[in-house]
């Protein structure tokens, strides 16, 4: 546990680094703005859905031929939605992620450099989805079978179905909570880092849960217990105000005031929400320095730690000095004694001219 204790104090320290030494207020507002744009997604799809309240419609007068066309039409529209919301969510998460590595946040350069792993994660979540889907309906079936086949009685069948289905959820959400983090603090540190495919980065997150299974535990509890405190703060005073809306309003069940109840709940809430999200981006900061710091101790390896220029920070990621290659010692050249470095320009100045009386050699007799 001495790992993702260490990794937290020291996210801390990065945290405090990146956004308030020094601070800088156009890096906070590009950093809210990422966080804001899936809650004002969101708000616009519910009051696109809430138009259709007002609709006065008979459905014993119906003409169900008619209708067909304008649900089906519905149903694409929500499947356009939520690939909409996917897409976004993905977007801002790793345009997010990247500012918090790199200290730097730059739309169109960051989804430029992203973009192949933008799309994998959108495709991963997808596929997840549908396995996860299938899984809890096998799962319905599979209970369903065991009560048909021991023969119960309708209010035991029920009954069965109701604890059975119970711990069926509570399997499937444990099973959320381990995915989402291993995804969010182990394999997309290594996405954004490193530029790794998703199957290379899920490769990687799994040898470090293989490393220690009591640290990612330690790390994953810490975690969920920041995100509680962060929730409970942001749902809590939002839920607080439309209380509050409603009480005042009284618009009952009319469809055409509950639609304009929650036209006003969406004014009022929309400027709460971008004030909560900027006094609560330390959190969301911490967050994703703390799982960088946490897989950068776990891996050895410095590249993932924040670009906060603060070389005190990294005592916890020691590279092995024992693997720097050898460097050849430096050698020194004498000068040469014509006063020129080895290969250069002989100066003429600087050889020696010997100025002693010189012995003539006697002359050869002639034959």
């Not at 470090?208 to 749902?235: D, H, M, N, P, W």
């Not at 002693?356 to 006697?362: E, I, L, M, T």
Request: aromatic share 12%; net charge negative.
């Amino acid at each position: 546990m001495a790992k993702c204790t260490d990794s937290f104090n020291q996210a801390f320290s990065h945290t405090k680094r990146l956004l308030f030494q020094p601070f800088q207020l156009v890096f906070w507002l590009k950093l809210v703005f990422l966080l804001y744009a899936v809650y004002a997604l969101s708000s616009l799809f519910q009051l696109t859905t809430n138009l259709l309240l007002l609709a006065d419609i008979n459905f014993q007068e119906i003409i169900w031929v008619q209708v067909v066309p304008v649900l089906l039409g519905m149903f694409l529209l929500v499947i356009l939605f939520q690939l909409c919301s996917l897409f976004l969510s993905a977007v801002t998460r790793i345009l997010f992620y990247d500012a918090v590595w790199s200290g730097v946040s730059q739309y169109l350069e960051s989804f430029s450099q992203y973009f192949s792993q933008i799309l994998s994660y959108i495709l991963w979540n997808i596929a997840f989805a549908i396995v996860l889907f299938l899984v809890a309906a096998l799962g319905f079936v599979i209970l369903a079978g065991i009560a048909w086949f021991i023969g119960m009685t309708s209010a035991g069948m029920q009954i069965f179905l109701l604890v059975g289905g119970f711990i069926l959820a509570l399997v499937l959400l444990g099973i959320l909570i381990l995915y989402f983090t291993t995804l969010d603090a182990l394999v997309l540190p290594q996405m954004i880092t490193k530029k790794m495919g998703i199957f290379a980065a899920w490769s990687v997150a799994s040898e470090i849960i293989r490393q220690s299974v009591g640290e990612f535990l330690g790390f994953t509890a810490l975690r969920i217990a920041v995100k509680l405190a962060y929730g409970v703060v942001l749902f809590g005073v939002l839920f607080t105000v439309y209380i509050v809306i409603s009480a005042l309003s009284g618009a009952g069940m009319e469809p055409k005031a509950m639609f304009v109840e929650q036209l006003i709940t969406t004014v009022l809430t929309q400027p709460l929400i971008g004030v909560l999200l900027f006094l609560l981006l330390p959190l969301s900061v911490f967050m994703d320095c703390y799982s960088l710091c946490f897989c950068a101790t776990m891996q050895q390896d410095p590249q993932l730690l924040p670009q906060t220029g603060e070389p005190a920070l990294q005592p916890l990621v020691k590279l092995d000095e024992s693997l720097e290659p050898d460097m050849p010692a430096e050698t020194t050249v004498d000068p040469s004694p014509l006063g020129s470095t080895p290969g250069g320009p002989i100066r003429f100045r600087d050889i020696p001219i010997d100025d002693s009386p010189s012995q003539s050699r006697p002359d050869d007799p002639l034959p």
